[in-house]
Nanobody
Framework: QVQLVESGGGNVQAGGSLRLSCAAN????????MGWYRQAPGKERELVAR?????????RDSVKGRFDISLSRDNAKKALYLQMNNLSSEDTAMYYC????????????WGQGTQVTVSS
């Protein structure tokens, strides 16, 4: 079982920055993908950025050059970060930390979400 705890959301003016953090508690197996999704009111949940155990990194087009995903490993615990710069009102959403790892098939886990609100 993996528990994900997010922090770092808040209110920011357009052009500002926020850094989201996600602490992963529990064992994550060696083949995994971790990332951030977001969901704005009335819209579907969308993948923002993802990093895999192979080192591959993905960003959705609308955040390329503005967002930076990173992963740290400290004493076998993983923490995921999302540095968000030059924010716009279109980035307003609930942001969810997500991990899936390969254990007899892919198993996915979600955090509770952290709200990001960008005012213009």
């Amino acid at each position: 079982q993996v528990q994900l705890v997010e922090s770092g959301g808040g209110n920011v003016q357009a052009g500002g920055s926020l850094r989201l953090s996600c602490a992963a508690n529990g064992s994550i197996y060696s083949i995994y993908r971790m990332g951030w999704y977001r969901q704005a009111p009335g819209k579907e949940r969308e993948l923002v950025a993802r990093i895999s155990s192979s080192g591959d990194i993905y960003y959705r087009d609308s955040v390329k050059g503005r967002f930076d995903i990173s992963l740290s490993r400290d004493n076998a615990k993983k923490a995921l970060y999302l540095q968000m710069n030059n924010l716009s009102s279109e980035d307003t959403a609930m942001y969810y930390c997500w991990v899936e790892h390969l254990v007899d098939g892919w198993r996915a886990y979600w955090g509770q979400g952290t709200q990001v609100t960008v005012s213009s």
